[in-house]
């Protein structure tokens, strides 16, 4: 069995999602990419592949076996254009995958740099607020916000972003500034769901963590749609430092309670762990690692030297 060819339909038939476009893509008979996995199925003495009438997916045996066939699929074309010497350039598609916002605000800017120094990579940005399994979406590098539970990937810390509590100007001239969490009680505030719970808000004190009751007039799905209402006036929100930082430099929010946050959440950069990781991947990682660290840190001096309350 040429158990390399048989990976390579393996893979396509994970991309793909089915049997039928995997072969129609390949460009062979549907019966042979079917007999390819029965061949490697038989090999392995295990099931890859879930089959049902309306999808496929992978087993737990599965999951491990492309992922490790993708990484040896990779470094053997590594291999071969290194001993072919068809080109010394990294080249090919990379798709990186960020936050909405952090993917806006900071990955765009260093990516179309990126491009313009490796015109021969073209680069796939997936935005999306929900962790993106890597090998599932055929992920390259992802940026990841706060503490990393998967052990299997590798991480590249490149710095860290707060959580943090703001209003606007005409908020706060109206109706106060809050001196500590319990005063928030008698506060409307903007809850963006995906970071904070419409009912309570998490501080830090000199005694612990506290839980304070809040009431969320608005509750939005988007950390837009949390910046725009509180720039609107109607009450306090709390994001993530990067979310807001446009607003904070135009004077449009402020933050408060800087004393009570919670401790910063890390900023990392996550690939699967190879051995050889293809050239595409270590030159994205280099060029954008670096960049990243710089412009997370000039934000996290500006936030310093602004901060009120």
Known sequence: MD???AMAILLKVVETGSLSAAAKLLGVPLAT???RIA??????DTRILNRTSRRLSL????????EASRRILEQVEEAERSAMGVYKDPKGQLTVTAPVV????HMIPIIAKFLEQYPEIDVKLVLADRLLDLLEADVDVALRIGELDDSSLIAL???????????????????GRPQEPQDLKRHTCVTFDNLASPGAWRFSSPSGDVQVPVRSRLTVTTAEAAVDGAVAGLGFTRLLSYQIAHEKR??????????YELPAWPVSLVHAGQQLPPKKLRAFLDFAAPRLRDRLQDETMAFQSRDAG
Do not use: D, I, K, N
């Not at 061949?39 to 392995?44: D, F, G, I, S, V």
């Not at 952090?102 to 605000?105: H, I, L």
């Not at 860290?160 to 509590?165: A, F, K, M, P």
């Not at 135009?250 to 004393?259: D, F, H, K, W």
């Open 3 to 5: 158990r390399l060819g």
């Open 33 to 35: 990419v079917s007999r």
């Open 39 to 44: 061949e490697l199925e038989a090999h392995l």
């Open 59 to 66: 087993t737990e045996a599965g999951r491990l076996y492309v």
């Open 102 to 105: 952090f993917g806006r605000t």
């Open 157 to 175: 810390r490149v710095g860290s972003v707060r959580r943090v509590t703001c209003a606007s100007p005409t908020y706060l001239a109206t109706h």
């Open 250 to 259: 135009a004077g449009r929010l402020e933050v408060v309670l800087a004393q």
